[in-house]
C-alpha cells in the first residue's frame, strides 16, 4: 500500500481562485481542486484554466496535488484530463474520478492518462482516486480496487451514495434522526466495504466530507467512527476543519507508546530465542505485531517518530 500521507484532503470550488490559494497554504496533507459538483456547466473551462494555473503559480509545498475531474457520462470529462494533463500533468499528483461504478471506469481514465503521459514525455505516472458514491459502485468494490495499478486509493462520498440508495440524510456526514432510529451505523456495510477492498488490493481509503462546518464536536466524533474503521483521513470543506481531521487521523501518543513496547519486548525475546511474549498481561501474537507495526508506520509518516 502507498505510504503517502493523507489524513486531510481540503477541496476547492475550481471556479474560486481564491479558495484555491487558501488550499494552497492550508496544514492540509492533499488539495483537490473541484470541478465537478462544485462549478456550474459555463465555468468548466474556466475551473480547468484555475487548475493549470495553481500548479504553475502556487506552492503547495510537499501536499498531495490533485483535481476532481468531471462525471464520465458528460462531455466535460474528457477535456478536463486532455487540457490539463498536457499543459501541467507533470506536476498533478492524482485525478479524482467521481461516480466511479465499474472497473471499466477507472481503465478508461486509466488509459487516456497513459496516452497523454506517452505523447508528453511524462516520466512519472499520475495516480487516480476512486469517488464510491453509486449502490453500483458499492456492489463491485472489489472489481474497481483490483482493476488498476494507477489506482492508489478509494474515496466514500456519503451524500450521492445516500441518493443512490434512497436512504434519507439531512445532512452530508452529520448524524441526524435517522441515525438515531437505526441500531447500529447505517453507513457500516459501505464504509467497511471500501476499507476491506483497500486494504485487499493495496489502496489508501479516505472518509468523505463533514457538511457541519461549525459542528467540531460531531465532526470529531465521525472523524473517530471512520478512523475506528481503518480508514486512512476524510475529505474537509473548510480550513477550520483541518486541525480536528489531522489529528484525529494519527495514532495517539497512547497508542505509540503501547506499539513500540510491544515491537521492543518482541525483538528482545526473538534473540532470547522465544517466540511468544506477554505484555502488561496482555499476549502477543503476530497479528498483534502487524498491528503495532501498522502504528509505528503511520507514526513515522506524520513525522511523530523519526
Known amino acids: 500500500m502507498s505510504e503517502k500521507l493523507e489524513r486531510s484532503v481540503l477541496l476547492a470550488p475550481g471556479s474560486n481562485w481564491k ?15 473541484d470541478l465537478e ?11 480547468r484554466a484555475n487548475v493549470i494555473r495553481a ?13 476532481r475531474m468531471n462525471g464520465l457520462d458528460t462531455h466535460f470529462a474528457y ?12 506536476q498533478i499528483d492524482l485525478v479524482v474520478v467521481p461516480k466511479v461504478s465499474r472497473p471499466e471506469d477507472i481503465l478508461f481514465v486509466d488509459t487516456l492518462l497513459g496516452q ?18 453509486t449502490a453500483l459502485g458499492c456492489v463491485n468494490i472489489k472489481e474497481i480496487a483490483a482493476s488498476s495499478e494507477r489506482l492508489e486509493g478509494l474515496v466514500y462520498g456519503p451524500g450521492d451514495y445516500a441518493a443512490s440508495v434512497r436512504m434519507p440524510l439531512e445532512s452530508i456526514g452529520e448524524m441526524d434522526e435517522n441515525d438515531v432510529l437505526y441500531p447500529g451505523h447505517r ?29 467540531i464536536e460531531g465532526l470529531t466524533q465521525a472523524c473517530k467512527i471512520s478512523r475506528a474503521m ?17 489529528q484525529t487521523f494519527v495514532p495517539s501518543p497512547k497508542d505509540i507508546a503501547w506499539a513500540q513496547q510491544v ?12 517466540g511468544a511474549i506477554s505484555v502488561n498481561g496482555k499476549m502477543i501474537d503476530v497479528a498483534s505485531l502487524r498491528i503495532c507495526e501498522n502504528i509505528v508506520n503511520k507514526a513515522k509518516s506524520a513525522g511523530l517518530l523519526n
Open 19 to 33: 479558495m484555491i490559494e487558501k488550499t494552497a497554504a492550508s496544514k492540509a496533507d492533499a488539495v483537490c481542486i
Open 55 to 67: 500548479c504553475q503559480e502556487l506552492d503547495f509545498g510537499n501536499k498531495l496535488r490533485m483535481f
Open 79 to 90: 477535456r478536463d484530463l486532455v487540457e490539463i494533463i498536457e499543459v501541467v500533468g507533470d
Open 37 to 47: 459538483d462544485a462549478v456550474a456547466p459555463e465555468e468548466k473551462p474556466a475551473g
Open 263 to 274: 515491537l521492543d519486548k518482541y525483538e528482545a525475546a526473538l534473540k532470547e530465542g522465544r
Open 230 to 246: 481503518g480508514f486512512d483521513g476524510k475529505w474537509c470543506i473548510h480550513p477550520g476543519q483541518l486541525e480536528t481531521v489531522n
Open 116 to 133: 497523454i503521459e506517452s505523447y508528453k514525455g511524462y516520466s512519472r505516472k499520475i495516480g487516480i482516486e476512486a469517488l464510491i458514491e
Open 187 to 215: 453507513w457500516h456495510h459501505v464504509m467497511q466495504s471500501l476499507v476491506s477492498a483497500a486494504r485487499a488490493y493495496g489502496k489508501r481509503v479516505i472518509d468523505g466530507p463533514f457538511a457541519g462546518i461549525k459542528n
